[in-house]
Nanobody
Framework: QVQLAESGGGLVQAGGSLRLTCAAS????????MGWFRQAPGKEREFVAA????????YYLDSVKGRFTISRDNAKNTVYLQMNSLKFEDTAVYYC??????????????????WGQGTQVTVSS
């Protein structure tokens, strides 16, 4: 059974940092492009970042470029999202997702293979 387990969320002041972790099990992790999405209250889920199977290609939502960094460790079956200079508008539930297609398809967020349960990130202004 495939599981994606997010952790690392919490409450942080604006300007602070958090690192989210997504631990994958039950799949050949290095064969999956991975991504992070978020959903704020009353809003639709939106793409945040994606990384290719090798880790060489990444994509970002424009509003997080230069502040967030996605990375992966295929030996540990883990993908990370380092979030710096957090803003109030980054407050959301953050979800990890994986798909066997290229990373640009993960960026599209459509019919992805697997999703995690989410972790809450709250940024206080």
């Amino acid at each position: 059974q495939v599981q994606l387990a997010e952790s690392g969320g919490g409450l942080v002041q604006a300007g602070g940092s958090l690192r989210l972790t997504c631990a994958a099990s039950g799949l050949t992790f290095s064969s999956y492009a991975m991504g992070w999405f978020r959903q704020a209250p009353g809003k639709e889920r939106e793409f945040v970042a994606a990384i290719s199977q090798s880790g060489r290609t990444t994509y970002y939502l424009d509003s997080v470029k230069g502040r967030f960094t996605i990375s992966r460790d295929n030996a540990k079956n883990t993908v990370y999202l380092q979030m710096n200079s957090l803003k109030f508008e980054d407050t959301a539930v953050y979800y990890c997702a994986g798909d066997s297609r290229p990373a640009y398809r993960v960026r599209d967020g459509v019919e992805l293979d697997y999703w995690g349960q989410g972790t809450q990130v709250t940024v206080s202004s």
